[in-house]
């Protein structure tokens, strides 16, 4: 039987591939105010803006590639039980060819009712105002929103507890509840934190191996890890 590899993934795997990470460095998302875009109430007070902000991220998405570091995690499925928790909103995993992804933060490729959360689309081109679902409700982007649950936190807590490895890449580990998924680890399976700026993680028991290197570095480095310990 395979052992269960976890990755938790983040914005910092992505952003090798051109996609912007979430902050810009003076708090900005792509020239925005995050509080404006990415909020039930920037959605209230301002729908074109929020609309014309995720039509933009969707079209990038169809300009950019998944990179090597996206491309061995999906081969690592060949000797191990790979569960991708991601924190990104791109497809990019699933372009690599992974097939077992959890997206904590919703899906830039996917749409939802306004009314009913479970009614989710598959949706590649732009979102307008009069998109509507069967019932007439206005439809929108299918991303978990700051102040907003987390629907696939459950599911995420479910895997982490099963996990021989656990590995976080491109993550600064700031952002909950995503960031707290490490504490429910089981006791003493080894953890790997790939990252050129790794934050510190604290109250934790676990073996920890810290690898400070990008992703396109930091995953080839991680599998010939793994492979010499099975």
Same mark, same amino acid.
């Given at each position: 039987?395979?052992?269960?590899?976890?990755?938790?993934?983040?914005?910092?795997?992505?952003?090798?591939?051109?996609?912007?990470?979430?902050?810009?460095?003076?708090?900005?998302?792509?020239?925005?105010?995050? *509080?404006? +875009?990415?909020?039930?109430?920037?959605?209230? &007070?301002?729908?074109?803006?929020?609309?014309?902000?995720?039509?933009?991220?969707?079209?990038?998405?169809?300009? +950019?590639?998944?990179?090597?570091?996206?491309?061995?995690?999906?081969?690592?499925?060949?000797?191990?039980?790979?569960?991708?928790?991601?924190?990104?909103?791109?497809?990019?995993?699933?372009?690599?060819?992974?097939?077992?992804? #959890?997206? #904590?933060?919703?899906? #830039?490729?996917?749409?939802?009712?306004?009314? %009913?959360? &479970?009614?989710?689309?598959?949706?590649?081109?732009?979102?307008?105002?009069?998109?509507?679902?069967?019932?007439?409700?206005?439809?929108?982007?299918?991303?978990?929103?700051?102040?907003?649950?987390?629907?696939?936190?459950?599911?995420?807590?479910?895997?982490?507890?099963?996990?021989?490895?656990?590995?976080?890449?491109?993550?600064? *580990?700031? +952002?909950?509840?995503?960031?707290?998924? +490490?504490?429910?680890?089981?006791?003493?399976?080894?953890?790997?934190?790939?990252?050129?700026?790794?934050?510190?993680?604290?109250?934790?028991?676990?073996?920890? %191996?810290?690898?400070? *290197?990008?992703?396109?570095?930091?995953?080839?480095?991680?599998?010939?890890?793994? *492979?010499?310990?099975?």
């Amino acid at each position: 039987m395979k052992k269960k590899l976890v990755i938790l993934s983040g914005a910092g795997i992505s952003a090798e591939s051109g996609i912007k990470t979430f902050r810009d460095s003076d708090g900005l998302w792509e020239g925005h105010n995050v *509080m404006d +875009v990415a909020t039930p109430e920037g959605w209230r &007070n301002n729908q074109e803006l929020v609309l014309d902000f995720y039509n933009q991220r969707r079209r990038q998405l169809h300009e +950019v590639q998944p990179n090597l570091g996206h491309k061995i995690l999906a081969e690592l499925e060949n000797d191990f039980e790979v569960h991708i928790i991601t924190q990104n909103v791109d497809n990019l995993h699933e372009q690599a060819g992974s097939s077992k992804v #959890l997206h #904590l933060h919703g899906e #830039l490729f996917k749409v939802r009712s306004t009314k %009913e959360e &479970n009614y989710i689309l598959d949706w590649k081109t732009d979102l307008k105002t009069g998109d509507l679902d069967a019932n007439g409700f206005q439809l929108r982007p299918h991303i978990v929103w700051f102040g907003e649950d987390v629907p696939a936190l459950e599911e995420a807590l479910a895997i982490t507890q099963q996990a021989d490895y656990f590995v976080i890449v491109g993550t600064s *580990m700031q +952002v909950y509840p995503a960031a707290g998924l +490490v504490e429910f680890t089981p006791p003493n399976i080894p953890i790997y934190y790939i990252d050129p700026n790794p934050a510190t993680i604290r109250n934790l028991s676990n073996p920890l %191996e810290i690898i400070p *290197m990008n992703a396109t570095e930091g995953v080839p480095f991680l599998r010939e890890k793994l *492979m010499k310990r099975e």
